[in-house]
Nanobody, 115 residues
Framework: QVQLVESGGGLVQPGGSLRLSCAAS????????MGWYRQAPGKQREFVAA???????TYADSVKGRFTISRNNAKNTVALQMNSLKPEDTGVYYC?????????WGQGTQVTVSS
């Protein structure tokens, strides 16, 4: 089964930017929809963004206009460009397919937005 490894998180000031990457151990070309999720301390994991194989994207209202998701099927990677970061964007970010059944979750990457 495909394994997912997220990276690129860190500590950033409000208004800053980060680019997250997700590397899959196998092909993602057959996975129609890939997405990013996040989990803030004490809260449930929530949807952030998704991208269809053909390139169409969907975003949570809270990140629309600030985040951009992309995928590279040839390299089996999914990226999340995050701009104008806010403290409420703090959390652990995960990538996975958007489906009724998820792939095994990776370890995630911590994003902390704080001054």
């Amino acid at each position: 089964q495909v394994q997912l490894v997220e990276s690129g998180g860190g500590l950033v000031q409000p208004g800053g930017s980060l680019r997250l990457s997700c590397a899959a151990s196998g092909s993602i070309s057959s996975i129609n929809v890939m997405g990013w999720y996040r989990q803030a301390p004490g809260k449930q994991r929530e949807f952030v963004a998704a991208i269809v194989t053909g390139g169409r994207t969907t975003y949570a209202d809270s990140v629309k206009g600030r985040f951009t998701i992309s995928r590279n099927n040839a390299k089996n990677t999914v990226a999340l460009q995050m701009n104008s970061l806010k403290p409420e964007d703090t959390g652990v970010y995960y990538c996975n397919r958007v489906s009724l059944s998820f792939l095994p979750w990776g370890q995630g990457t911590q994003v902390t937005v704080s001054s």
